[in-house]
């Protein structure tokens, strides 16, 4: 006697994944996360409509406008400089929340709180370098982009305002630097901050004041690396972050970026 | 006030003095209008019938040819005068050319992630294998020989030692500072051609070059005492 099996079609593990998914992106919450255009939403095409959705429905990515000149796109033009000053920024700023849980800004303990940080944290040495090379990384690449612009001419009419504001920027990535210089309270930190600082005495007039200010007394010391730890992860970074809001917003306003030549 | 373009206040002009000889010679100038003839029928027509013509502005121009002048007409019977000439540019925003433009995604944002991946790699690497320094811990007592400011203040310790300290730590910088400002409002040659700009591009250089001539000999050539060395025979005393 022949027994006939029913056959039903085996549910293959993928064929399962792929249905999850699909009820994952169908569902309610998952729509209310990604706001159409989004390109993790469900049927999502490649079509102009979506292309400019993705720019406008993004809080990330609004910054931008939903279309720029096809000569701005050019890698050759800008070399990504200020974006990846703004970038490095933003990298210096997860490396240093993540180097402040590990500090104290005090004389006696700051240089053995970086000791242990490289010894006995979890990728606390890698961290460090990270923030400390991508410091520099910063500065030399601010001065690339000013250079860049320069070159090009793009500080001119309607950009005047713009390279003002971006001059105060550069200044302020060097203050950054150099205020972060001082916070491992080694050799190095202690005498280039002191070299740097005797220079800052001889300005007219005021000059020994903003000194004392700085330093927080007559020499450098303790009260000298507090106030430079609060300037250094608070002050001059708030700071940074408006000028960089005007930065980007006159970009914009001022019709995008210059050129061509 | 907004320049009325030569052509029309000439034509202004030309219509002025024909209506002006017109007015000489004949009042009903039936002759030498410048409206149609069956424009004029139809007005005529419309007049007699005392029927309202749909065509009004016909019977608007044809009136004063008709009739006499309507009160308030202008010489060459217009009843209408020109007030000013609003050039499109002045309230469209004529594009001439169009743009040629891409949109932001994907062919920027891929490429600004690309350039961001490359970044992070490359910091990463770097901090892979290169560590950052850390000496001693801060001694008040010693003093290190040579002591050096950062990197990007070399330049000014390097001027340090040519120029009283007021002048190579506060006036200089402070001058090169407000000049970089100021960039913008004094260079008045509007164009950004690099042929056009020959002299600004030099002066840039010179002025970087400068500066970083100061920077390479204050890293490398500056030994203990902060005297002249070569890194090639004494070592290098810098730090990062």
């Known amino acids: ?29 998952w729509n209310s996360i990604f706001r159409p ?11 102009p ?58 004389a006696a303990d700051a240089w053995q709180d970086i000791q242990s940080l490289q010894t006995s944290v979890t990728f606390g040495y890698m961290v460090r370098n990270m923030h400390r090379w991508a410091a520099h990384l910063m500065v030399l690449s601010v001065f690339l982009h000013m250079a860049r ?59 020994e004041q903003v000194r004392f ?15 430079w730890y609060v300037l250094h992860v608070l002050l001059f970074p708030f700071v940074t972050v408006i000028f960089l809001a005007i930065h980007f917003w006159r970009v914009r306003k001022d019709g995008g970026i210059s050129g061509p030549l | 006030m ?43 027509a419309a007049k007699a019938g005392g029927v309202a013509v749909a065509d009004k502005g016909g019977a608007v121009v044809a009136a004063p040819a008709g009739g006499g002048l309507p009160v308030g007409a202008g010489p060459g019977g217009h009843t209408q005068r020109l007030l000013t000439v609003v050039k499109s540019g002045s309230i469209q925003d004529v594009k001439a050319v169009p743009v ?3 949109h932001t995604w994907p062919h920027l944002l891929s490429i600004e992630f690309v350039a961001a991946l490359g970044c992070t790699a490359f910091v990463f690497l770097f901090s892979w294998f290169v560590n950052a320094p850390l000496l001693q811990a801060a001694n008040f007592n010693q003093t290190p020989n040579p002591s050096k400011a950062p990197w990007y203040f070399l330049g000014l310790q390097e001027l340090l030692t040519m120029f009283h300290p007021m002048i190579a730590g506060v006036t200089i910088p402070g001058m090169g500072l407000i000049a970089l400002m100021f960039a913008p409002y004094l260079d008045r040659n509007p164009s950004n051609k690099p042929e056009d700009r020959k002299f600004m591009t030099s002066l840039f250089t010179v002025h970087l070059m400068f500066w970083a001539v100061l ?21 290098i005393f810098f730090e990062l």
């Open chain 1, 1 to 29: 006697m022949a027994s006939t099996i029913e056959e039903k079609p085996r549910v293959t593990l993928k064929e399962r994944a792929a249905k999850l998914g699909e009820s994952l992106q169908g569902s309610q919450v």
């Open chain 1, 37 to 47: 255009g989004s390109i993790f939403r469900k049927g999502y095409t490649d079509s």
């Open chain 1, 49 to 106: 409509r979506n292309r400019s959705y993705v720019i406008m429905n993004s809080v990330l990515y609004h910054l931008h406008p939903v279309k720029v000149k096809r000569h701005a796109v050019k890698v050759s033009y800008t070399l990504c400089l200020g974006g990846l000053s703004f970038f490095l920024f933003i990298l210096l700023t997860i490396t240093g929340i993540f180097l402040m849980f590990f500090y104290r800004p005090t």
């Open chain 1, 149 to 207: 612009v320069f070159y090009h001419g793009a500080y001119k009419a309607p950009r005047e305002f713009n390279w003002v504001v971006g001059v105060i920027l550069l200044t302020l990535t060097l203050l950054l630097s150099f205020t972060g210089y001082l916070l491992p309270w080694d050799q190095l930190a202690l005498w280039a901050v002191t070299v740097g600082t005797n220079m800052m005495g001889y300005s007219p007039v005021i000059g």
């Open chain 1, 213 to 227: 200010v700085l330093l927080g007394g007559v020499e450098i010391g303790a009260e000298t690396l507090l106030r």
């Open chain 2, 2 to 44: 907004t320049e009325i373009p030569e052509h029309l206040l000439k034509r202004a002009q030309a219509a002025r003095e024909k209506a002006a000889s017109q007015g000489s010679e004949s009042s009903g100038g039936g002759d030498e209008s410048r409206i149609p003839d069956h424009l004029l029928e139809r007005s005529k």
């Open chain 2, 100 to 102: 040629d433009k891409v």
């Open chain 2, 215 to 235: 920077v390479v000999i204050s890293s490398f050539f500056r030994g203990p005492g902060y005297n002249f060395t070569f890194p090639w025979r004494d070592g």
